[in-house]
């Protein structure tokens, strides 16, 4: 009787445990309140269709914990500086620059609640930042990554304005998360203008352009 | 019968008739979704990422004469394999494990109504 007592206990505290949520309440309280008309956090990715990838506002934030560093997220929440030159989903308009800015601690319980999405094909421990001959040529001529993307070039940002800003790219993304991301893009982003070179290019070219990104002021 | 018989190409025709139109639009939004970021949205090459920094000029794809040396197939491959397939720039990247074999047959007919040409 007792050890089906002490049983019941323990899978009641194991079920309490495992649906607690990692993040803080205070966070997607926030969220859900202010958030959700630009970002969703439950994944995985909804989008089907040209349309539905242009009817988004912002970028899907399912996968926030292992694309974002903590620290940036946490300061770029309260100071938001633009990451995409363009407009989301705009070939023609400049970034409104219109992002909320969040108290500190606001910004703190979000980046509790957005660090707890994290996703499952991101493996820890793949990538270290490093600059190589290999890795700077298949982001330069290989597959010309600048042609959509900024990156920096002696503190000054040069190259393409449809994707998303490189530069600083070493503050913000998780390098694993870059690999993962380019090696299996369509787990992230079933539909975006941005080809999929994880079927075209080996596994070690992404890993070296994956480290040279990563080093990116 | 005779009902049936009036009906049933009136039927096809509104269905085929509605169909085109969808097609067409469907190929608009593609091109405009990946290919206008360097094309333009006109497809005459001055895209939003052609700065200082672009490497090369993107195809002007209304240029009549240019675009007419290549055949539909040229077109086809470029967009699935890209720029290297036919020693161009990687600047145009390749397509191929992205859009359907239906987007890319619909994205060289859009192409060829921008040169409003045929392939040789």
Redesign the interface.
């Known amino acids: 009787m007792r050890v089906l007592a002490v049983t019941v206990n323990l899978g009641a505290a194991l079920l309490v445990m495992t649906s607690t949520p990692g993040y803080a309440a205070g966070g997607e309280a926030i969220f859900k309140k202010s958030c959700t008309s630009c970002h969703y956090t439950d994944g995985p990715a909804k989008e089907k269709t040209i349309a539905d990838q242009l009817a988004k506002k912002g970028p899907e934030l399912w996968y926030a914990g292992s694309k974002f560093k903590k620290e940036w997220l946490l300061a770029w929440l309260q100071d938001p500086q633009p990451i995409r030159p363009l407009k989301y989903n705009s070939l023609t308009e400049n970034n409104p620059r219109n992002h909320p800015k969040l108290s500190a601690g606001d910004a703190a319980a979000m980046t509790d609640y957005l660090m707890g999405f994290t996703s499952p094909e991101v493996k820890a421990g793949v990538i270290t930042p490093k600059e190589t001959a290999q890795g700077k040529h298949t982001f330069v001529k290989k597959a010309p990554c600048g042609g959509c993307h900024e990156y920096p070039e002696k503190g000054v940002a040069r190259g393409g304005k449809s994707g998303p800003s490189l530069v600083g790219a070493s503050k913000r993304l998780n390098p694993d998360w870059i690999y993962a991301y380019l090696a299996n893009i369509n787990v992230f982003k079933p539909v975006r203008d941005m080809p999929d070179f994880g079927s075209v290019l080996n596994p070690e070219y992404l890993k070296k352009v994956s480290a040279y990104v990563a080093t990116f002021e | 019968m005779s009902r049936f018989v009036i009906a049933t190409p009136l039927f096809l025709g509104l269905v085929l008739g509605a169909a085109g139109p969808v097609q067409a639009a469907d190929s608009k ?2 091109f ?3 290919c ?3 094309h333009g ?1 006109d497809g005459k090459g001055r ?3 052609v ?1 200082k ?3 090369t000029d993107p195809r002007n794809l209304t240029d009549s004469t240019e675009m007419a040396k290549r055949t539909d197939n040229d077109i086809r491959n470029v967009i699935k394999e ?1 720029g290297p397939s036919i020693n161009k ?3 145009m ?6 859009l359907s074999a239906a987007e890319v047959d619909g994205l060289v007919t859009y192409i060829r109504k921008l040169c409003d040409c045929k392939g040789n």
């Open positions: 939004q593609v405009e979704f990946y206008a970021q360097c949205m895209g939003i990422n700065t920094d672009f490497a890209g720039s990687a600047l990247p390749p397509w191929g494990a992205t």
